[in-house]
């Protein structure tokens, strides 16, 4: 079946400090590849959407600079929040589908701690 | 803009009772969204639970069921019997079914039943 793994599924990083997360897809091709956050208290909010071949579409309020995203093949991408400070902190979620209309697989999240 | 609203907060139910979870969506932006439902069982990630993209028809998957009411704007979840095990986080979302597959969650909401 279809399944997407994250890692690290928590980490702890120091304010001021960079943190990098992956997503892997298995058992089918990620064509696209959407990061979402949920903060404390909230819902899951779309940090960027990302596919194959084509420029990565951040969300306002989320940037390339604060988070650079790498999708380099159908099954990797990647995430770095960088200068991470308290606000960076909650579950990041990565989302893969193989194309429109057809179903977003989920991992199980990196959870962020700020300290 | 887009957006969903959900029954906030903790719902408690006893095993073998009705649930009822509400949502209600608003797609300014979208001419028909896809909506779906998510869960969110403890120490998973995501899962789709079901989803409907047609107006007027209803969803269904492991007792629960949705129906898309296009003039009331709502994609409520229902179940006539719940089990223990259906304690988790349910999420109604929406997206316009592009090939980049934004997903507009609701706020979640905790279902917990008692045995």
């Known amino acids: 079946g279809a399944l997407v793994y994250q890692y690290p599924r928590r980490t702890i990083c120091k304010s001021g400090t960079s943190m990098r997360m992956e997503c892997q897809a298995v058992?089918?091709?990620?064509?696209?590849v959407a990061w979402y956050r949920q903060s404390p208290q909230k819902t899951f909010e779309l940090i960027a959407l990302?596919?194959?071949?084509?420029?990565?579409?951040?969300e306002q309020n989320f940037t390339q600079e604060k988070f650079p995203i790498s999708h380099p093949n159908l099954s990797f991408s990647s995430m770095t929040v960088l200068n991470a400070y308290l606000e960076d902190r909650g579950l990041y979620l990565c989302?893969?589908?193989?194309?429109?209309?057809?179903?977003?697989?989920f991992g199980k999240g990196t959870r962020l701690t700020v300290v | 803009g887009d957006s969903v609203t959900q029954t906030e907060g903790q719902v408690t139910v006893s095993e073998s009772k009705s649930l009822i979870i509400n949502c209600t969506y608003s797609?300014?932006?979208?001419?028909?969204?896809?909506l779906f439902w998510y869960v969110r069982y403890p120490g998973e990630g995501l899962q789709l639970l079901l989803k409907?993209?047609?107006?007027?028809q209803k969803g269904s998957s492991r007792g629960f069921e949705a129906t898309y009411n296009k003039e009331a704007t709502s994609f409520h979840l229902q179940k006539a019997s719940v089990q223990e095990s259906d304690s988790a986080v349910y999420y109604c979302?929406?997206?316009?079914?592009?090939?980049?597959?934004?997903?507009?969650f609701g706020a979640g909401t905790q279902l917990i039943v008692i045995p």
């Open positions: 797609a300014t932006s979208i001419g028909y969204p896809n």
């Open positions: 989302g893969a589908r193989t194309g429109a209309n057809t179903e977003v697989f």
């Open positions: 409907v993209i047609t107006a007027g």
């Open positions: 979302a929406l997206s316009g079914g592009s090939a980049l597959g934004r997903l507009h």
């Open positions: 058992g089918f091709q990620a064509t696209s």
């Open positions: 990302s596919t194959v071949n084509s420029a990565i579409k951040y």
